[in-house]
Every structure is written in structure tokens, then in C-alpha cells.
């Protein structure tokens, strides 16, 4: 089926095809709503229980207004954002480009959201039976110094409404963001949040675990520090990885756009980056792997390798719904 619209989609420019494709998701779900996760290899991340491995990276349904028609292709969670506190429109369009020789994308969104309280009102009361995770980011306008109250702000208002938060101090977009992210600074945002989450219960009214998501673009020995100072917090996972600075061997002619890439270019750098988190962490902290996973394959080798679960986007874009079907069936557990 996805290969017969696939063509159609590709004509159009990337964010009217992604328009396209949210608004329809959210057509579906409001029609037949949402289903439950496809049965797959079941995972318990800090209380969490999840019954594929498989998830919808953050960015795709930013404002989290298609909850119902993602869910309808099995995903076991689905994570929204990055939300802000206030709303924003990000950088101007065009913002997101298709490397199609490279099956990649370049995008330069900017956090552009409809704002945290837009984002718990299309959540309030969501029947959706998987898990629920909101991305969570600064906006622009916010500087660094002060940047731990957006996030504080975000964790407080979004905590009753889904079932964990992850920190955003990943994307290249935000101009900044990324500094968040140094060994030296990073507990400048996260333990506040950390903090605020003690007073906090998620959507089951049980514990709200907090994800880090993280950048492939360290130096190994910075990621490394990195990873250490969060070992000692009581954050509960990592995610690895967002998009990349890098261009290395790229043909497409949208190579020199200025922005993050994702899709089959990211997928060395971000399994590098898994190896390495799961060397460090020894088991304290679940890694959530995402970049380039492009097939079931890709998704099984993920496991394999010792991510707890496994996030997808740009693989979505195209190779379309059966991926994600691919992807749970390849990683049940034996
Ligand atoms: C168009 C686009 C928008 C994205 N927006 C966000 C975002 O708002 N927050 C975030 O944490 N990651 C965002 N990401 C990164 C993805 O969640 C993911 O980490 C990255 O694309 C690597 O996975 P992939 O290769 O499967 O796409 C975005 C990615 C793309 C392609």
C-alpha cells in the first residue's frame, strides 16, 4: 500500500508531505481511534511496561495530535515534542530536505510547536493503551542560563498526562541547545528537572521516569564523561541518538543544507554511539537506540546489541507502516 503513496508523497515538498501525512494519521484516529501495541518483545524500563520494543521517535507528531493513527501501526510507545514552554514557529521553510540517493533527511525545524499547554490539552485524558513520552525542550528566546526553567515548566505541566518525559539537549537547531549537553553543564537542567519530578506522577498516577536524549556528534571521551555524570543522577534511561552535524559521504545535492541528518547515513555513528553507552553504563541505565534503523533487521541488531528499545522516524519516510511491523516481529523474543 505505502508503496503506491510513496510516489505521490515524494512529489510534494517534504513539510507539505508531512502535513499531508499528520493530518491524515489524525483523521484516521479520530475515526476509528487508537489501537493497542502489537505484541512483541515486552520490555519494564523504571516501572514502564511496554509490549514491543518498538517506538515513534520525537519530532514526527510534535504537538501530539495523531497519538490514535500512529498507534494503529503497532508501536508499543509513541513519543511527542519537542514542546516548549511557550509556542513557536522555528526557523523559516523551507526547513526540511530528502537525501533521496542517501535515503536520508536534513531538517532545520527549530522547535517549531503549538506550546506546552496546546500539547496537554491534545493529550488530557488520550486513550491510547501503549506508553506515552513527551519530548521535552527550551525555547529559543530562553538562554542558557536560564534554560533549566522551560524544562522544569514542561515537566510540571506535561507529567499527568503521559507516562515519561524525555530532556531534549540534542538538537542542532536550537541555537545553543547542544552546550546543555557538555559534561560540565549537563546537570544544570537535568537535576532540576530530577528534582521537580520528585513532586510528580505520570498519566497512571505511578512514577514519571526522565530519558536524556543525546547528540552523536561527541568526541567519544566527552560522550563518555557525559554518560558518567548522569550514571550518578536518578535519571532512568538514555536515548542515543539524535541527528547529525556530520556530512561525511553524502551524494544527494541537499548534502550542504544546514540542519540535523537522520536516516540510513546516521546509522553507524548512532550503533557507535550505543556500543559505547552500554560499555559505560554497565546495566545502570537503559540505552533507547535510535538513528537509521531501516528495517527489521536494523531494529533487530539494535537488540542484539543491548538497546532496551528501539526508536524510528526517518525509516518511516521510507520504507513506510511495514517497517514497523518488521521491526516488532524481528525483535520478539525468541
Ligand atoms: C524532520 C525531523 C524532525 C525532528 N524533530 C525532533 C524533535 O523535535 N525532537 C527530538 O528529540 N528529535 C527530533 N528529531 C530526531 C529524531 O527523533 C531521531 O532522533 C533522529 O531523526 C534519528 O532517527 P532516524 O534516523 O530514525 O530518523 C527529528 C528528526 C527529523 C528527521
Known amino acids: ?18 502535513d499531508l501525512t499528520i493530518q491524515s494519521l ?25 509490549n514491543n520494543a518498538i517506538g515513534l521517535a520525537a519530532g514526527l507528531d510534535k504537538n501530539g495530535v495523531a497519538i490514535s493513527g500512529f498507534s494503529r501501526l503497532g508501536f508499543g510507545h509513541i513519543e511527542v515534542g519537542t514542546v516548549t514552554p511557550r509556542p513557536q514557529p522555528g526557523n523559516p521553510k523551507p526547513r526540511v530536505f530528502r537525501l533521496t540517493e542517501d535515503t536520508g533527511l536534513i531538517n532545520r525545524f527549530g522547535f517549531n510547536n503549538l506550546g506546552i499547554d496546546a500539547l496537554v490539552n491534545a493529550l488530557s485524558g488520550h486513550p491510547y493503551q501503549g506508553v506515552i513520552g513527551v519530548n ?8 542558557n ?3 533549566h526553567t522551560d524544562y522544569v515548566t514542561c515537566i510540571q505541566k506535561a507529567a499527568s498526562v503521559c507516562d515519561y518525559i524525555t530532556i531534549n539537549v540534542s538538537s542542532p537547531n536550537t541555537p545553543g541547545l547542544r552546550d546543555l549537553a557538555d559534561a560540565g553543564k549537563i546537570l544544570d537542567v537535568v537535576a532540576p528537572v530530577l528534582e521537580a519530578r520528585a513532586d510528580l506522577n505520570n498519566r497512571k498516577g505511578g512514577y514519571l521516569p526522565v530519558f536524556v536524549k543525546l547528540a552523536p556528534d561527541f568526541e567519544d571521551p566527552d560522550l563518555v564523561q557525559v554518560l558518567e555524570a548522569l550514571k550518578h543522577t536518578q535519571a532512568d534511561g538514555v536515548i542515543l541518538t539524535n541527528t547529525t552535524l556530520d556530512r561525511t559521504g553524502l551524494v544527494s545535492s541537499h548534502r550542504d543544507e544546514v540542519g540535523g541528518l537522520s536516516g540510513e547515513p546516521l546509522r553507524t555513528k548512532s550503533e557507535h554511539c550505543l556500543k559505547l553507552a552500554l560499555g559505560v553504563l554497565e546495566n545502570t541505565l537503559p540505552v533507547i537506540s535510535v538513528g537509521g534503523v531501516m528495517s527489521g533487521d536494523d531494529a533487530k541488531r539494535r537488540i542484539e546489541l543491548g538497546a532496551k528499545l ?14 514497523v511491523k518488521d521491526a516488532i516481529r524481528m525483535t520478539r523474543c525468541p
Not at 500500500?1 to 508531512?18: G, T, V
Not at 476509528?32 to 524500563?45: N, Q, V, W, Y
Not at 522516524?313 to 511495514?322: D, E, F, K, V
Open 145 to 147: 542560563a536560564s534554560a
Open 310 to 323: 528501539v526508536q524510528i522516524y526517518t525509516g518511516l519516510i521510507y520504507r513506510g507502516p511495514a517497517l
Open 1 to 18: 500500500m505505502y508503496s503506491l503513496i510513496k510516489p505521490a508523497l515524494f512529489r510534494i515538498d517534504p513539510e507539505s508531505a508531512h
Open 26 to 50: 489524525k483523521t484516521i484516529g479520530q475515526c476509528l481511534g487508537p489501537s493497542a501495541p502489537l505484541d512483541g518483545r515486552h520490555c519494564e524500563i523504571a516501572g514502564l511496561h511496554f
Open 136 to 143: 521535552i525542550g527550551k525555547n529559543k528566546d530562553t538562554p
